[in-house]
């Protein structure tokens, strides 16, 4: 079983990072001994569209492309649709995660995202905003949301073990605990249509 | 064994040596833990994309007092070689890392480290070379320095890197060998890819890996100050060796060190529990009849495309070519010997001819007894990307063009863009 994710966004968002630490979660759970996360290789500046990649399976990867065909796309900032649109790169039967405030249809209708294609919508402004889980008091940090979100449609990687990945990855418990709220507030928070 | 309470008491009272671990690493840190397990000790670099963090994850250990090592901060790759040079010359284990320009930059210090035989291991981070400005990566800055008297090495995933490493120093450090050491592996998808590697204990490392006992010839000290190198005249004199016998006993060395890489990794497999092969890698060729070749990303990616081709009946399988210099001539000729069609993929060109694997691939084969019609195909260029539909598109192509056994002079370039 091998799964390809693709993340989108914008630089100064945290796909690199979200890739990172799904790939760590997914080699905890003992189900994944093969991992690859690698980002977008390109100019790295706060605010240009970036995207990470992450391949996870039980088999040895010999892939060493990009993912053209992604079972996950996750969209951390949908003004990335407006500039260059994955959704035709999903793969049959795969799932959007797409973190904004307006509904499905909204979305679909706005981003030409087909009725067929599945869609997992979660507010992480709104969730940042809510529990303080901000850079500098106003900026959302959206990595560690999304892997909630993840965590809900990949039901091979238990919320917990998220958890354990971001505590590993920040060494003071308070700014861990807070992460790992995000996580589960987005995590409870998807709706899938 | 009536001794046996003692023994099992003394067993018990011995520091118990820190188990392996499998970090999640990307492919240049995975090359700078290597560095670190070997206890090398004189570091000498110059930053560039996408080396930098090997080096940068050095300069921590130093900084940390992990690594007991000198870093020695220079203002260009030709002195990073430079410093290396003299650093090896005195009996010490020394590493660097570069890409691209910045491997170009030490071209002429490169033939210095490989003419005066010294033991000198380097990561070469691969990238495309300008112009035009290119920080992507392809083979072109390795392939470039064939013929410097290197050995060269490429990897195809991160735990390979780590273990090459190791592996490298044990094998420019044998005095059969005394050359230099390149660890090849593309840059950004393996540099800058995470993937779970395993770190040997120290105590297997050292087994492994004995400190550098130097060419006795050369272990410079101040009290004792020798010339090296000196003007080398075109015919023997006064019982020293001339210009062209050196540089014989330099190409024979190269030409033995494919089967002391080959013991080398038999030695590390007994350790470490992995084998990467020796000089060559297969995947699936036992019953095939098309060989996919390529290094690094190129090769672990034709990987992907067996079962498709497999699926659409032609019986393919791929030989990863690891060690690029010396050329394992003999290895690759018992590999594909009997094989009906080889496409090679390069992510090179020698420039004027075709891919350089492809030629030499060729040259192996030259005089065996019906032997394989071989197709290069030049690939991910520049970090084009090199997909396993491009593996599949060349190989259904080279296996048409076998049937007539045609000849193109011209090369064919896969995944080109633009109407080109």
């Known amino acids: 079983m091998a799964i390809a994710i693709a993340f989108y966004g914008r630089g100064g968002q945290g796909a690199v990072t979200a890739a990172n630490l799904l790939v760590k979660a997914a080699y905890k759970t003992g189900k994944f001994p093969y991992i690859m996360a690698f980002p977008v290789f390109g100019p790295e500046r706060r605010g240009a569209p970036v995207g990470a990649f992450a391949r996870i399976s039980n088999q040895e990867i010999f892939d060493r492309d990009k993912i053209h065909n992604p079972d996950i796309i996750v969209i951390m900032d949908p003004s990335i649709f407006k500039t260059a649109n994955p959704t035709g790169t999903l793969k049959k039967g795969g799932i959007m995660i797409v973190n904004s405030s307006e509904d499905a249809s909204t979305l679909r209708e706005k981003y030409g995202i087909p009725s067929g294609t599945k869609i997992g919508i979660v507010d992480i402004v709104k969730i940042c905003f809510e529990i303080k889980l901000l850079i500098d008091d106003n900026t959302p940090i959206f990595n560690t949301p999304v892997l909630g979100a993840l965590a809900s449609v990949l039901p091979q990687i238990p919320l917990d073990t998220m958890y354990s990945a971001i505590k590993e990855h920040f060494p003071n418990p308070r700014v861990a605990e807070l992460n790992a709220e995000g996580a589960r507030r987005a995590h409870d928070a998807l709706v899938t249509s | ?420």
């Open chain 2, 1 to 420: 064994m009536t001794s046996g309470g003692k023994q099992e008491a003394e067993d018990a009272s011995r520091p118990v040596p820190p188990a392996r671990e499998t970090l999640i690493l990307t492919g240049n840190h995975a090359a700078s833990f290597a560095v670190k397990a070997a206890r090398v000790q004189v570091i000498s670099a110059y930053p560039i994309t996408p080396q930098s963090p090997v080096v940068e994850k050095l300069s921590e250990f130093v900084e940390d007092g992990e690594l007991k090592a000198r870093m020695i901060r220079v203002e260009s790759e030709q002195s990073a070689m430079a410093s290396l040079i003299s650093a090896s010359t005195t009996g010490t284990r020394v590493f660097t890392a570069t890409s691209s320009h910045g491997l170009s930059y030490m071209h002429e210090q490169l033939a210095w480290a490989a003419g005066t035989r010294l033991p000198v291991v380097m990561c070469i981070v691969t990238r495309a070379i300008g112009a035009p400005w290119s920080v992507w990566p392809d083979h072109q800055d390795a392939v470039s320095e064939r013929d410097t008297g290197w050995i060269q090495i490429f990897c195809e995933d991160n735990q390979e890197i780590y273990d090459t490493v190791l592996e490298a120093y044990k094998i420019a450090e044998d005095e059969r060998v005394y050359l230099p050491v390149a660890v090849c592996y593309d840059g950004y998808i393996l540099s800058h890819t995470l993937m779970p590697v395993e770190l040997m204990s120290q105590a297997e490392v050292d087994k492994f890996l004995p400190p550098f006992k130097s060419h006795l010839m050369l272990a410079m000290s101040m009290d004792d100050p020798v010339g090296v190198n000196p003007v080398t005249v075109p015919e023997p004199r006064e019982g020293f060796p001339a210009y062209m016998e050196l540089r014989h006993r330099m190409q024979k060395a190269l030409e033995g060190a494919a089967a002391v890489m080959e013991e080398v990794e038999a030695e590390f497999a007994k350790v470490s529990g992995r084998h990467h092969g020796g000089a060559v890698r297969s995947y699936r060729l036992d019953d095939a009849e098309v060989a996919l070749v390529g290094m690094g990303s190129c090769s672990s990616q034709a990987k992907v495309a067996i079962d498709d081709l497999r699926a659409a009946g032609i019986k393919a399988g791929v030989l990863t070519v690891r060690l690029f210099r010396p050329f394992p001539k003999r290895q690759i000729r018992e590999v594909l010997k009997g094989k009906k069609v080889v496409a090679v993929f390069d992510r090179d060109v020698a420039y004027g001819l075709e891919g350089a694997l492809c030629a030499e691939t060729k040259a192996s084969l030259y005089g065996i007894p019906d032997p394989p019609y071989v197709h290069g195909f030049i690939v991910g260029i520049g970090g084009r990307d090199f997909t396993t539909e491009n593996a599949i598109e060349g190989t259904r192509l080279a296996v048409e063009r076998s049937r007539n056994r045609e000849i193109h002079d011209e090369t064919t370039w896969l995944n080109l863009m633009e109407g080109e």
